[in-house]
């Protein structure tokens, strides 16, 4: 790696074996299920990562959202080092009660609004786990048990609308019902009752409702699927769709709820209130996986009782105190504000160098999710060169480069991502 932004040259970082040795261990001992830049961060920091030699580059992928509040956040950190060395942050079976549980829950449960405030004003209950597919497919029995239950579906007869392009992660039954070849090909035989449309047609979701339809699950704005924002009035008609029929209508924010487009919630943007949230990453600030699935707490006590579910880290004490930890910054902190002022800031700069630049064919996003869709579709030529300037990005969908820093970047560090993106789009 070349780059002369170097803070100091001595090894940093876990071990101090050379990076063409961890190069060789990782390809490896690794299975190669990521394309991986030939880049070994050895120390993160706020919104920098640091390679053997001390260089360090701006994160401009913050890990897909996970590190919205900045890598090694102080706040959260100390709260898992107390965790850790006062003894209350290791998992314990689930047959008891836990005071870091039981706080994370409340406090997440009150963060959002009243969620399916048809169903009444009981408040939200959460169900957590671990890794964000695994919330997803928590919402996807809660969906397919609403149906049974209370919409009297044959058990087995449930189907679930979907969307083209949609990114809910890589286990079985959400790779079924993936619209990229690549995720599924060779995986099968693949899980049935998805049904998946067109995002942002409405008319397409009304066409596939039948009698054993019992939810939509959507991603209120796409993240993997290229940096799609949902037509102006999408979301409402789902909603207007979802009370017509008596469906369960579940969004999934893992990527772009917490702050990441300017409000906390992306479905804040439109006003418009899901039965159903999930969401994961920032959820724990980047230290440990932690997810959860939220719901009016009537409907979560209609779908889940002992024994219908569980997860021998959801909720443990640690992913619990960073939870709240986490949490804290994101409000504290007014991120989700801080993610709209600066979002506008960076995105008049993209702007003008999309403007002035052959290589830009379109510009989209929302608070500090800025996608820049390129000429001949491959984004990642131009990714791996500011890579070399020293600014970590990655594509969404192949086509759009994703600039997606942590929410506490700076105006500087603006400056310094503005100046390394002139350079490569404005040659
Ligand atoms: C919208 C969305 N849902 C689900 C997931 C899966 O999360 P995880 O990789 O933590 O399982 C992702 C990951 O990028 C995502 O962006």
Redesign the pocket.
Known sequence: MSNTDTVNKTAIGFSTQSDEEILELSNSFGATHYGRYDFIVRKSESCWLYDHDGNKYLDCLAA???ANQGHHHPGIVQAVVDGLQKHYGSVVSNMVHTDAYALFAEKLAALIPQLAPRFGQNGNKVLVKN??????ETALKFIRYYGYKSKGIEDGKQEIIVFHN??????IA?VSFSTTPKYKEGFGPLTPGFVSVEYGNLDAVKNAINENTCGILV?PM???GGMYQPPEGFLKGLRQLADDNDLMLIF?????GLGRTGKMFCFEHENVIPDGL?L??ALSGGLL?V?AFVANTKLMDLVFRPGSDGSTFGGYPLGAIAGIAALDVIVKEGLSARSAEYGKILRAKIDEIAEKSSHVKEVRGRGLFIGLEVVGGDAMKYCRKLLELGVLANDSHGHTIRISPPLVITKDEIDYLVERLEKVLLD
């Open positions: 897909y959202s996970a890794g964000g597919v695994e919330s997803v949609n990114f809910h992660g890589r286990m959400v991603e796409q993240g993997e999934d924010e893992i990527q772009v999930v994961g990453k996986p997810s």
